[in-house]
Nanobody, 126 residues
Framework: QVQLVESGGGLVQAGGSLRLSCAAS????????MAWFRQAPGKEREFVAR????????YYADSVKGRFTMSRDNAKNTVYLQMNSLTPEDTAVYFC???????????????????WGQGTQVTVSS
């Protein structure tokens, strides 16, 4: 059974930083393209970052480029999202995801996700 468990969310002031973790079990992250999505209240779930084995690159949404960094520790089977210079617009539930192996593009949509984590709340106060 695949499980993706996020942690590290919380309340932070604008300009602050948080690091999210996603511990995977039931799958090996080095064999999947892993991604982060987020969903703000009243909005659709949106792509944040994707990294993976298929092409060796990491892709970011324009809204987080230069502020967020996605990384992985294969030995711990864990994916991370370092978030710096946070703004209130970053407030959302953040989801870890394992992208379907059939996905061949750069930026996955929600429909390209095989497995989801339960999400972790990030709230940025102004």
């Amino acid at each position: 059974q695949v499980q993706l468990v996020e942690s590290g969310g919380g309340l932070v002031q604008a300009g602050g930083s948080l690091r999210l973790s996603c511990a995977a079990s039931g799958l090996t992250i080095s064999t999947y393209n892993m991604a982060w999505f987020r969903q703000a209240p009243g909005k659709e779930r949106e792509f944040v970052a994707r990294g993976g084995w298929s092409d060796g690159f990491t892709y970011y949404a324009d809204s987080v480029k230069g502020r967020f960094t996605m990384s992985r520790d294969n030995a711990k089977n864990t994916v991370y999202l370092q978030m710096n210079s946070l703004t209130p617009e970053d407030t959302a539930v953040y989801f870890c995801a394992a992208v379907r192996r059939s996905f061949g593009g750069r930026i996955p949509s929600s429909y390209d996700v095989a497995y989801w984590g339960q999400g972790t709340q990030v709230t940025v106060s102004s």
